[in-house]
């Protein structure tokens, strides 16, 4: 302090009155009178007068492209996996609980009104030479299990006795003579598929189109009364923490890339695009934000946490960190010596 006791005595008085304001009966009208100013002076500001876009953008950077969560994060998110994989209301709920019909089947209409979208997956599909390939796996198995349960099944002298050996009659031929027809049948059911298979896309189209969202819908009227826990039985906390780890080094990853950093700079810039001459006070609104939402979240929080800061006395000395040094000032100094001349 200056060294005058008028200067100390103020000091006193002022976080007295400070610590009064916040702690007494008139905390709640102290709180709208400032809100109330605060939004009117909203009403005066646009977004840009307060905010640049390339502000954001450093703090987007810095949160979403550069900071590692730590150790205690991610022990926290194991913590949580295991409490909510555990957790008794999985066996009380069902997906129909979470997911009523009306909204499953507002999903599925959208979903089926991509048109475009299951043409150039079908498309994708059946261009596919790995589809292509399994199919034509698939029926030169079937095909040789025929040849082996037709030639068995005939009367040709010995053909049941090769049935009795366990492996298939076409298996009981030598080897080279085996292996030469069986490729032989798969090179020529992998030509014969490939028109096959370009047509079947038109045909999985109109099976989409008449029977997909039928189909559907018994899928999900088998799937929405059973509980959570049935598919949850399937994962084990474990599992979940496993697939958090995985997506979040996935996501260390990724975020380098120029495709996240452009996919930020587009959202940030269409943000103050659309927003930079909106004032607060309706940029506020847009989001759903009033008044009375403020104050109400102002009165929840703002009492208990005062009530214990008061209490340990880190109230006062937050006063007095900030005023000392104003009542120590030599302007201060200076206006009472004055006032004593």
Do not use: C
């Amino acid at each position: 302090m200056n060294g005058l006791p008028q200067a100390e005595a103020l000091l006193n008085a002022h976080v007295a009155y400070m610590t009064r304001r916040l702690t007494g009966d008139g905390f709640e009208e102290w709180v709208r009178a400032e809100l109330q100013a605060d939004l009117q002076n909203a009403r005066l500001l646009t977004l840009n007068d307060v905010m640049q876009a390339d502000l954001i953008r450093q703090v987007v950077y810095q949160f979403a492209l550069e900071l590692d969560l730590g150790s205690g994060v991610l022990e926290l998110v194991a913590a949580v996996a295991r409490t909510l994989h555990g957790h008794p209301i999985h066996g009380q709920t069902t997906l129909g609980d979470i997911l009523p019909d009306a909204n499953f089947e507002e999903f599925l209409n959208k979903l089926l009104e991509l048109s475009e979208v299951r043409e150039h997956l079908v498309d994708e599909l059946v261009s596919n030479p790995l589809y292509a390939e399994l199919a034509t796996s698939l029926l030169t198995q079937g095909v040789r299990g025929y040849l082996d349960h037709a030639v068995a099944a005939t009367r040709v002298p010995g053909a049941r006795s090769l049935m009795r050996l366990g492996r298939g009659a076409l298996q009981s031929l030598p080897g080279d003579f085996e292996e030469a027809l069986e490729s032989r049948l798969h090179d020529y059911l992998r030509r014969a598929l490939h028109g096959l298979l370009v047509s079947s896309g038109q045909t999985l189209l109109e099976l989409a189109d008449t029977r997909l969202r039928d189909s559907i819908l018994d899928v999900w009227d088998n799937l929405k009364t059973r509980p959570i826990a049935d598919g949850l039985q399937q994962l084990t906390a474990l599992d979940l923490e496993e697939f958090f780890v995985l997506g979040y080094e996935y996501w260390r990853e990724l975020r380098q890339t120029e495709f996240v950093r452009a996919i930020i700079d587009a959202g940030i810039n269409t943000f103050f695009d659309i927003y930079g001459n909106t004032t607060l006070y309706d940029l506020l609104g847009e989001v759903g934000i009033d008044e009375e939402i403020m104050m109400e979240q102002a009165m929840r929080f703002g009492p208990p946490v005062i009530a214990v800061l008061h209490q340990r006395g880190m109230l006062d000395a937050l006063f007095r960190r900030q005023l000392e040094g104003f009542y120590a000032s030599s302007e201060v100094a200076a206006i009472l010596t004055k006032g004593e001349a």
